[in-house]
């Protein structure tokens, strides 16, 4: 346990570090239209939180709360149903897809699963309902604009690579990624694969 999170935090660093790349938190402000759709996307997420939550997201800092806006403006694919659990299975599934047609020197099929992956589906809520209480704050959501350099972008660059046919340096944006969803795991989630429900296990 002790090794695992001490791979898993240098991880984390390394992919903070090579996220200097990842959009600075304090960016642009949004056109006045996008302002707009946001605020209603974000209402909509809000609807769906417990009053606790909504207390929390709340007593988030305008930086946070941009970059979460941001997010939802960016991702047109959003479920009214699907839990953040689903949402993975099918990033999940496209990550394998884009892993395999590398390794066959197929950059077509890497370059879509890559590009599917970049424009995940949002879940029910957003992101936010899925998180431990304890990480929705200003430090606990700090590392996401990292995680999502190094997943969304790491695919899209995953994408342009497998498309110029450099299938060499699709290899390394797939180790980026990997990097990526082994740090948000690691950082959001305490026990890996731990299921919502109370299993019928003795302790
Ligand atoms: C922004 C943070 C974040 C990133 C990045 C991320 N995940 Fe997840 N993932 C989560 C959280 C949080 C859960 C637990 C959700 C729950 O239990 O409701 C999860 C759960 C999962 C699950 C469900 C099974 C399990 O172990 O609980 C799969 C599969 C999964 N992620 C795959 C991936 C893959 C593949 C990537 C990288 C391409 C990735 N995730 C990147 C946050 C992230």
Known sequence: MKTRRTLARALAAATLASAAAAPALAQQPLPPEQMKLAQELMQKQM??????????????????????MKVALRHERRSDTLTLRQVMHDILADYQAAGAAIAVDNGAAA??????????RL???????YLPLDKVTNEG????P???????????????????????AAAQHYGTITSGCVACHNHFRGQP???????????
């Open 123 to 129: 879940p029910r809520g957003g992101m936010l309902p």
């Open 193 to 203: 694969g731990a299921s919502a429900y109370e299993p019928r296990l003795k302790r």
């Open 47 to 68: 609807a769906t939180m417990t009053p606790e939550l909504v207390e929390r997201a709340r007593a988030l800092s305008p930086e946070i709360r941009q970059f979460l």
């Open 111 to 120: 370059a879509d699963a890559a590009r599917r992956i970049a424009g995940h």
């Open 146 to 168: 990292a995680m999502e350099a190094a997943v969304e972008g790491g695919a899209r660059q995953l994408a342009d690579a497998a498309d110029r046919g450099d299938m060499v």
């Open 141 to 144: 959501l700090s590392v996401l």
